[in-house]
Nanobody, 118 residues
Framework: QVQLVESGGGLVQAGGSLRLSCAAS????????MDWYRQAPGKQRELVAR???????TYADSVKGRFTISRDNAKNTVYLQMNSLKPEDTAVYYC????????????WGQGTQVTVSS
């Protein structure tokens, strides 16, 4: 089984920056596509950014130009650099990863709170 541990959340003022990290451990399986999702109170969980093992990236329209997803395959770690944060970015951010042959298995982190004050 693969476990994901997120870090880097916190409280920041609007316009500020935060960097989230998510480290995968516990298995020899290849970690393939990794994602960041977020869930605000009363809303559905939404995809924020995705990165393939070869570092092809996609972003939600709401974060394009402000957030950057990256990864270090040697460390099985994915990052989310969040700049120009807005109050509407406030949410619990979850790391998600597909792993193993054919990416048939997936796992979630426990979530980290990001709060942006106005």
């Amino acid at each position: 089984q693969v476990q994901l541990v997120e870090s880097g959340g916190g409280l920041v003022q609007a316009g500020g920056s935060l960097r989230l990290s998510c480290a995968a451990s516990g298995s020899d399986f290849s970690i393939n596509t990794m994602d960041w999702y977020r869930q605000a109170p009363g809303k559905q969980r939404e995809l924020v950014a995705r990165i393939t093992r070869s570092s092809f990236t996609t972003y939600a329209d709401s974060v394009k130009g402000r957030f950057t997803i990256s990864r270090d395959n040697a460390k099985n770690t994915v990052y989310l650099q969040m700049n120009s944060l807005k109050p509407e970015d406030t949410a619990v951010y979850y790391c998600h990863a597909y792993y193993g042959m054919g990416s048939v298995a997936d796992t979630w982190g426990q979530g980290t709170q990001v709060t942006v004050s106005s």
